[in-house]
């Protein structure tokens, strides 16, 4: 499967949703990876207890939890709420 967030693509992200309710299976989250600590968008593809399985749209090529593992609750910043199509060059 492709990746749904392209180059070129806009989104907008909010920690606001997450002070009254919990990540669930399908957001798709920004989160800290944990070996690297860097910021990453992944989906939440499954919730075990008190941690997530992150998911990439592309199987193939995407570093997710299964490369990592779960992540805790306190590793998820905020929930994407915004996607915008890629922007495309004007036609010459």
């Known amino acids: 499967m492709l990746p749904y967030i ?8 909010s920690a606001l949703p997450y002070i009254c309710y919990m ?7 920004i989160a800290l990876e944990p070996s690297m600590q860097k910021k990453i968008i992944k989906r ?3 919730i075990t207890g008190g941690s997530y ?3 990439g749209d592309n199987k193939n090529a995407s570093t997710d939890s ?3 593992g779960l992540v805790s609750r306190d590793a998820i910043l905020a929930k994407v709420i915004y996607i915008s199509k ?7």
């Not at 990540?23 to 989250?29: A, C, Q, Y």
């Open 6 to 13: 392209l180059p070129g693509t806009i989104t907008l992200a």
């Open 23 to 29: 990540p669930k299976e399908g957001d798709i989250v």
């Open 44 to 46: 939440i593809g499954r």
């Open 53 to 55: 399985y992150l998911n």
């Open 66 to 68: 299964k490369d990592f």
């Open 86 to 92: 890629p922007k495309t060059s004007a036609p010459k």
